[in-house]
């Protein structure tokens, strides 16, 4: 693994220590409209409650909300998860959203299903919810989602690894490196989306692990994070020495990924695959650690959502959904430094220009 995705993981790292944590964002002097609290304070709250608080891509999230409260002269109150799954701590920050009177909140579930009764509470008590980057289950539970096309990121690394291998693809041997047992949408959409963009019959897409493909080692559990992507990747290496492809739910995964693949003496034969786009991913492509990463945006999920509550707040207005979609669609792109024929794709440069963390 390069050391500038050592040194920036654990800045990131060091910048969100602790967990379930409660931030406040005063207003600044920009000119905008102040919303009144429901308290007839000064400032309205927004809440942000992400999976975590020490994924690089949930820290550029906070920021990105911090910096659109602040410009629009509103309290932001931020919580998270203690890891990966954890429902108990975002059903505690939704009833202390509702208990100080927010005018409605961001989330990012752990679990698509089990947090819909606490959103539904929320909504009963007028705020507005919107979800990011994770649809709940059923994606009607909020008011708006905004998010990453999931599918259609895992499609075009899908794709762009099949074009990679060629005819060897009909031969190719899979490790599914996905989040959890939970499968929630985003895990879901993701792993399905890859597999039917590399040309495996997904049978239900809104399942993992019902496939027959021979092709498919395993799938694995990683949380979403670097450790769990090493032990997954050491566990599915054991169970087949000659997995060729890796597919990671994250970057974060895709690095513990290369580190068993490195120890293992087999990384100049394996291919990985990842969505995120955060910096430290971008220099691992650029770096041939990481073939191709799907590049999402979450500065602009978490700054857009605050844009659209203070909205909301105000007149009443709703968010719209992208033509075409159930959803905001807050864009995708692949980067990679290897483009395929018939493969849409940004190189490192781009990727590193639009890349966060």
Not at 179 to 199: E, Y
Not at 232 to 247: C, F, P, T
Request: glycine fraction near 10%.
């Amino acid at each position: 693994m390069n050391q500038a995705w050592v040194n920036r993981r654990a800045a990131l790292v060091s910048a969100a220590v602790g967990t379930a944590v409660v931030l406040t964002v005063s207003a600044c002097g920009s000119g905008s409209t102040p919303v009144a609290g429901s308290s007839g304070s000064d400032q309205a709250i927004v809440g942000l409650i992400t999976k975590t608080d020490t994924n690089p891509f949930f820290v550029t999230m906070k920021r990105g909300a911090q910096e659109a409260a602040d410009a629009r002269g509103v309290e932001l109150q931020s919580f998270a998860g203690r890891q990966d799954g954890d429902n108990e701590s975002q059903v505690q920050a939704i009833e202390n959203l509702i208990s100080v009177g927010a005018k409605g909140f961001l989330i990012t579930p752990n679990d698509s299903k089990a947090i819909v009764p606490s959103l539904d509470k929320a909504r009963q008590a007028g705020l507005l919810v919107i979800v990011l980057d994770t649809p709940t289950d059923p994606a009607d539970a909020a008011d708006a989602t905004f998010a990453t096309d999931n599918f259609q990121a895992g499609k075009l690394i899908g794709q762009w690894a099949a074009a990679k291998l060629g005819p060897a693809a009909a031969q190719a041997r899979i490790a599914m490196l996905d989040i959890n047992a939970n499968q929630v949408s985003v895990d879901v959409q993701r792993d399905q989306g890859f597999l039917a963009g590399f040309g495996v019959d997904v049978v239900d897409e809104n399942r993992i692990g019902d496939e027959s493909d021979p092709r498919i080692v395993g799938h694995a559990a990683t949380d979403g994070d670097e450790d769990g992507g090493r032990t997954a990747m050491e566990n599915l290496l054991q169970k087949d020495s000659s997995i060729n492809l890796v597919y990671a739910i994250n970057e974060p995964a895709a690095s513990g990924a290369y580190q068993a693949v490195k120890a293992a003496g087999k990384e100049q034969g394996v291919t990985i695959v990842a969505i995120d786009g955060g910096c430290p991913g971008v220099d691992a492509v650029k770096a041939g650690q990481i073939g191709a990463t799907a590049q999402q945006y979450p500065l602009a999920m978490a700054s857009d959502g605050v844009e659209a509550i203070v909205s909301y707040a105000q007149d009443g207005t709703r968010p719209a959904v992208t033509a075409g979609k159930t959803f905001t669609d807050t864009g995708v792109n692949l980067i990679t430094d290897e483009p395929q024929a018939g493969v849409e794709s940004k190189d490192t440069a781009f990727g590193s220009a639009q890349c966060w963390g």
